[in-house]
């Protein structure tokens, strides 16, 4: 395993910090300095300190439930000087690393861990994400073709905040949409999505010229927002706790899988290396099944 990679699964550093600590000197390998991020080491065998700390293989790992407010950015610290989720957590959640963002604007379910591998592990995944929306304007035919088959936009601006640098944007097929409220001047749907990237919805909905009003995540796989007052958290419980364990096990053993296969590849010299790469890249969107904690299907819905 890389060591930058093994550092931001074993402890509250992200991948990015793991990446300065390593380059700054601040970390050590069976006694010696290592500089470089890309060094493998083997997990359970090598000995490895950030800063003086051991940092170790652990299975334990807290994760919390956020009802994130509108009017609070999903970050450290904000140049600008406005709220952060920080202000609003107290000091035991200070560590605890953001599973995903909600923009300033949204609010609702906001999952957060002790544990970089469990942060890592549900961003990437294709679980299930749930949100209720409000848009201005009506849910058109071309909207709901592109809720059901997706689309791809060379241009996907709108919507976007104005310093990204996220400009093109290829929109996966909605797992559901459930229309709710259908009206000239304002519309609420629920929708679910595999993903979360960077103001997806409210880019999507923006091509169509409909800006969103009222965003907000209700759920995240089997994970509910239910009744959780805004700006308060609470633990996993018992069973949700159980069923992350039982997908983390699985994405552990895909995880094996792939790093055996990689393995076993030949060696390819460099010229070799760049045609492979190129003739072996995937698509943007996978077609495999969606996974859920208990690999529930949502089926499309309109009203």
Do not use: W
């Not at 439930?65 to 107290?90: H, Q, W």
């Not at 300033?104 to 990437?124: I, N, P, Q, R």
């Not at 997806?200 to 994970?223: N, Q, W």
């Not at 060696?267 to 003739?279: I, L, N, P, R, T």
């Amino acid at each position: 395993m890389r060591l930058n990679k093994y550092i931001a699964h074993h402890s509250s550093y992200s991948r990015r910090e793991a990446d300065k600590a390593i380059q700054d000197g601040y970390v050590r390998v069976d006694g010696e300095i290592e500089t470089n991020p890309a060094t493998d080491i083997e997990e359970g065998v090598s000995i490895v300190y950030v800063s003086g700390k051991q940092v170790s293989p652990r299975d334990k790992y807290t994760v919390i439930v956020y009802n994130k407010p509108k009017g609070e950015l999903v970050t450290k610290s904000d140049p600008k000087g406005r709220r952060t989720i920080y202000d609003t957590l107290s000091k035991e959640y200070k560590h605890y690393i953001p599973v995903g963002r909600l923009d300033y604007a949204s609010e609702g379910l906001l999952l957060l861990t002790d544990a970089s591998k469990v942060a890592s592990a549900l961003m990437e995944s294709d679980l299930e994400r749930i949100y209720k929306i409000k848009i201005k304007g009506e849910v058109t035919t071309e909207m709901e073709s592109a809720m059901l088959n997706g689309m791809i936009l060379d241009d996907a601006t709108a919507g976007g905040h104005s310093h990204s640098k996220v400009t093109s944007m290829e929109f996966k097929p909605f797992i559901g949409y459930k229309i709710q409220k259908n009206e000239p001047n304002y519309s609420v749907l629920k929708v679910a999505l595999s993903e979360g990237k960077n103001r997806e919805l409210r880019r999507f909905f923006a091509h169509f010229g409909a800006e969103i009003a009222d965003l907000k995540r209700v759920s995240f796989a089997e994970i509910e927002l239910n009744n959780l007052p805004t700006g308060k958290v609470r633990f996993l419980s018992r069973s949700e706790y159980s069923a992350l364990f039982k997908f983390l096990k699985e994405e552990n053993k895909e995880e094996k899988k792939s790093n055996a296969r990689e393995s076993k590849k030949p060696a390819f010299k460099k010229s070799e290396e760049k045609s492979v790469a190129k003739s072996e890249k995937k698509p943007a969107f996978k077609d495999d099944k969606k996974k859920s904690f208990k690999d529930k299907k949502t089926t499309k819905k309109k009203s």
